[in-house]
């Protein structure tokens, strides 16, 4: 077998062979001629080393070893958000996840220095049609894993790709950064809100479900539907907290004489959140509980309720609503209702725990009646809409925005 090798000495006049090929395609006489004069100016004129960077990439690890590392680093701590603080255990889980179903199927073989800004366009391209699309069993019992594409699926594993790429970077496993400069697909998320029609469909929903049994197709009686899931849902519309803040709120969080309530690790940090007097009444029905004790608790086991989501979905089919309605959709409809009454921005922010700098954080402790004010009327509205009373009249009042002549 006949191959083509050049031989040269580095700048510390080190002796290198370097074999660029056997003959065949591409490596006829004339390309292997042109590829010697190409290490020979990089050894001589740029100083470069090929021999020495074809071992490296050769020794290099694998994207999938590398996602391993950053892992195992942000599970130990070691890599800190933007606001100095570790990863949340929430979002942990969905950074392995997309990397076992998109970036280690499509890309874990590949030496890290090897992958090129055309690779990572092939691999965002290849996730939005569906190539790693898939279903199969979770570790639950009874559980079913759906593993979708799409644009959306792909920008955002892109953007963790990025982020593990940053991290071999600061390693300095790479001198290049790959996935920047990759434009990724628009986020189109829909600002999707509850009409009118919709507030009543919820309300419809929620009450057929309170203490009625679910049928079987069998004609006999079933279960009920779980009441904390009931009572979650309820308050998650007066509040528009985050589901999982819900889920994970404790007795000993709250204050329900002062109306307020300290989330001690949230999204955006600990959080001092008002309640509405319609929140309260909710939560004094339940309580109160040992302060260790959830709120809303699954019905069975010591952790959080899981089973949340496909339990709302029994709620918004009760009343007939459409399926992308989501426990999220009655967060933006709570902003939006409260934007409809008039109430200021920065009133917002603070009902729904958005980090908005300093000038939010004074607010928040501050102003604590007006933002009660503020909880109420928008509590207050959603109530009516839920008993099918349609749009309220808005009213001046407390962190209303008013024009100034």
């Known amino acids: 077998m006949v191959s083509y090798f050049i031989m040269y000495r580095t700048q ?31 050894a001589k004129i740029e100083g470069e080393d090929p021999q020495a960077e074809k071992k490296a990439k050769r020794a290099a690890a694998t994207v999938g070893e590398l996602c391993d590392m950053y892992l195992e680093d942000a599970e130990a701590g070691r890599l800190l958000t933007r606001r100095g603080i570790a990863k949340k255990a929430s979002t942990l889980a969905t950074d392995r996840g997309r990397v076992e179903t998109h970036i280690r199927p499509l890309m874990g073989t590949m030496k890290v220095p090897s992958v090129t800004r055309e690779d990572v366009e092939s691999f965002m391209h290849k996730i939005a049609e569906g190539a790693t699309k898939k279903r199969e069993k979770s570790g639950k019992k009874r559980g079913v894993s759906h593993v979708r594409g799409g644009k959306g699926t792909a920008s955002r594993t892109v953007g963790l790709l990025s982020a593990i790429f940053t991290y071999a970077q600061r390693k300095r496993m790479i001198s290049d950064h790959p996935v920047r400069g990759v434009i990724r697909y628009a986020d189109r998320r829909r600002q999707r809100r509850l009409s009118d029609d919709e507030y009543a469909a919820l309300g419809v929903g929620l009450a057929a479900l309170t203490n009625a049994p679910k049928p079987r197709k069998d004609g006999k009686q079933g279960h009920m539907m779980w009441p904390a899931a009931i009572h979650a849902a309820r ?23 002062r109306r307020t ?50 339990l709302f979905e029994r709620i918004t089919k009760a009343g007939g609503l459409p399926k992308d ?33 300093s000038v939010t954080a004074r607010y928040t402790h501050a102003a604590d ?35 100034v002549a």
């Not at 007066?238 to 889920?247: D, N, P, Q, Y």
């Not at 959140?273 to 086991?301: N, Y």
């Not at 503020?374 to 008013?402: H, I, N, W, Y």
């Open 12 to 42: 510390d006049d080190r002796q290198r062979r370097f074999t660029i090929g056997t003959h065949g395609a591409p490596w006829t006489p004339e390309t292997a001629r042109t590829k010697a004069q190409q290490v020979l100016m990089a």
């Open 235 to 257: 308050f998650l519309a007066l509040t528009g907290w985050r589901s999982g803040e819900a889920l994970t709120l404790r007795w000993g969080m709250l204050d329900l004489p």
């Open 261 to 310: 309530a300290r989330l001690p690790d949230t999204k955006t940090g600990e959080s001092v959140r008002p309640l509405a007097s319609a929140a309260c009444d909710l939560l004094r029905k339940l309580g109160p509980g040992r302060a260790d004790a959830l709120v809303f608790p699954p019905s069975r086991g010591d952790g959080i309720m899981s089973g949340f989501p496909t």
């Open 325 to 357: 309605v989501t426990p999220h959709i009655l967060r933006h409809s709570f902003a939006s209702l409260a934007a409809d009454l008039g109430c200021s921005e920065l009133a917002i922010a603070a009902l729904l725990g958005h980090r908005s700098g």
């Open 369 to 403: 009646d007006v933002l009660l004010a503020v909880a109420d009327r928008v509590g207050a509205a959603t109530l009516r809409k839920m008993a099918g009373e349609g749009s309220a009249e808005v009213v001046a009042g407390p962190g209303v925005q008013q024009e």
